[in-house]
Structures are given as C-alpha cells and as structure tokens.
C-alpha cells in the first residue's frame, strides 16, 4: 500500500511516500510563502514511477492558504488518480511525531501552531497518540494549562511553543522542545489507521479544519488615498 502525505498547514511544505506502513522517500523546506512552488515540484519527484493507493493531507488547524494549497492539490490527485482521500489532524500528527521521536516519553504533548499574536491552536495529547483535549485557539496566559501540568510533565512543542515559553515556563512541569515539530512523516500512523478504518473523505465536498474564519485584508501603500 502505498500513501502519499502532504503537510502544509504551516511554514513547513512536507512530502512523504509511505510503502509498506514506512516512509520510503520525503521532500520538504521551511522556505517562507513557497508551498505553492515546492508542493508541485516535491508531489512530481516523489510520484515519478510510482503506484499511489492513497493520499492523506494536513485536515488543519494552521495556515489559510498553505491548508487550501494542499488540499486542491490532494483532490485533484485523488480525482485524477481515482484513489481515496484520507485527512489527519495537524496538532495531533505533529504531536505522533515527537511519540516517535522519543518512544521513552511517557508524559503529555501540547502542540501548538502560531495563530498571531499570543493565540495558538492547541491540543493535549497523551501517549498513544490519545487526545485528551480537543483542538481549541487558545490566548496563551499565564496558568492557562495549570490544569495539566498539576497533574506532570507536559512537552510544548510546534512554532507557537517559542514565543509562549516566557509565559508558561515558570511552572515546573513545563518542557519545551524547540526542535522542528511539523513533517509529513508523523502523518503516517495516523493515515494507516483511518485507512484501514475505511474513514476516508468525500472528495468532491471535504473542507480542511479552519477553526477560525479566514479575514482578508485590505492592502494599504504608503502614499496613496482612497
């Protein structure tokens, strides 16, 4: 069986072709705005010569316009290829990783995901990889997660985890891992496991996780007027 990832639901573009439940080849880079550049470039390289089976996208939260790049270029595979479309969550994919990454750590992860300012979407998520707290935007503050880490150790992880350390890290429970939170490859157990559960997605209909209205802005040049 052979899966195709796609992770854009942040800076990061990521690209992984799984055979066989492990990860065969993966393409990625944090370069800035480049999802729509590299996504094309990266889905070619890996699918040169290959049998694709299925495709698993980034389901959200995160970035408007990376999750609508790699959604369109997902459906449009599947449509083309007449595979099914299957979809994991962002936080709890990234969340599965660090579990990968460190099989010794039994304590909780709360990923997060820069949402601007102080906000970040957030998840609490147990060994497993087991949700223990759904999805939320959260404004970071002061002993908003003392709930959780009363009870031990909780690792933050993901590019909202730097810029709320000054804020949670007096607790003593309080970990954070600034090492990169977000690949295609933590997608992987989570893809098989809603493969084999037959939870796959309408193509025509399915809509990434936004959690929050996309807001356009008026750009505005110096100088010029209405």
Excluded at 188 to 203: D, K, Y
Aim: aromatic residues 8%.
């Amino acid at each position: 069986m052979n899966i195709l990832l796609i992770e854009t639901a942040t800076e990061v573009c990521s690209v992984a072709l799984a055979k066989g439940g492990e990860v065969a080849a993966l393409r990625e880079s944090s370069e800035p705005n480049a999802h729509s550049v590299r996504l094309p470039v990266y889905v070619k390289e890996l699918m040169e010569g290959e049998r694709i089976d299925g495709v698993c996208v980034s389901a959200g939260p995160g970035s408007y316009t990376g999750l609508r790049i790699g959604t369109s270029t997902a459906k449009g595979l599947c449509y083309a290829l007449d595979v099914p479309l299957l979809s994991v969550s962002s936080l709890l994919s990234m969340a599965a990783l660090y579990y990968r990454r460190h099989a010794e750590y039994r304590g909780m992860v709360c990923p997060m995901i820069d949402a601007r300012r102080m906000e970040c979407y957030t998840m609490m998520v147990a060994p497993g990889p087991e949700v223990v707290r759904e999805v939320r935007a959260d404004v970071v503050a002061e002993g908003l997660y003392d709930e959780w880490l009363d009870r031990g150790e909780v690792v933050f992880i993901g590019n909202g985890a730097a810029k709320t350390q000054p804020v949670l890290g007096s607790h003593p429970n309080a970990r954070f891992d600034a090492a990169p939170a977000v690949s295609a490859v933590g997608m992987l157990p989570l893809a098989m496991q809603r493969l084999e559960a037959g939870q796959v997605e309408n193509v025509a209909y399915y809509e990434p996780f936004y959690l929050k209205d996309f807001v356009a802005k008026r750009s505005v040049v110096h100088g010029l007027r209405d």
